[in-house]
């Protein structure tokens, strides 16, 4: 008597002989199976032009040819238009703006004992730049402006990408 759950041993034989002769047919590599065939044979065709050393032996069926239109947009006049709608895109996008005035460590027992009126000490010193920082990110410095009642800040330096690395060190 034979087990349903259990799957006869010729059958098994029967079916792994199968596969395995169906991924046996499928070694051969075709050129649309191997991109980095027709690539490495383009390079090849390439150095060769340039007079550079060239591998031996270029991929079969595969030769290079040269970029089209349709790959690589022409560099004309005609893309000074396509910027400002570009552009367009993401003017709309919000962004998080944040002026830091300073910063400081407190401790918990610190943070318990504040109360209305006092005062924190901050790092930074009365009249140095304050951090305009946009989404996190640091990208200019400035100082504080009052017109009317109302304050804002004035910006007086745009960071520059080295100087941000610097400044996120401190």
């Known amino acids: 008597m034979t087990d349903p759950n259990k799957p006869d041993d010729q059958n098994l034989d029967d079916e792994w002989a199968a596969a395995m002769s169906e991924q046996a047919g499928d070694d051969a590599p075709s050129a649309d199976d191997d991109p980095w065939a027709e690539a490495m044979a383009e390079q090849a065709a390439a150095e060769e ?3 550079n050393e ?5 991929a079969a069926g595969a030769e290079a040819q040269p970029a089209s239109g349709s790959v690589f ?3 004309e006049g005609g893309q000074d238009k396509a910027v400002p709608r570009d552009l367009e895109m993401i003017m709309d996008i919000p962004v998080k703006l944040t002026v ?3 910063r400081t460590k407190l401790t918990i027992k610190q943070l318990l004992e504040l109360a209305q009126g006092s005062v924190i000490e901050l790092e930074g010193l009365a009249g140095e730049p304050m951090d305009i920082l946009i989404n996190g990110y640091l990208i200019a410095q400035g100082e504080v402006v009052v017109v009317e009642d109302k304050y804002g800040i004035r ?3 745009i960071i520059t990408p080295s100087e941000r690395v610097q400044k ?3």
């Open 49 to 51: 032009a340039e007079g």
């Open 54 to 58: 060239a591998p031996a032996e270029p």
């Open 73 to 75: 947009q022409p560099l």
């Open 100 to 102: 830091e005035l300073g």
């Open 155 to 157: 910006i007086t330096e």
């Open 168 to 170: 996120l060190n401190r």
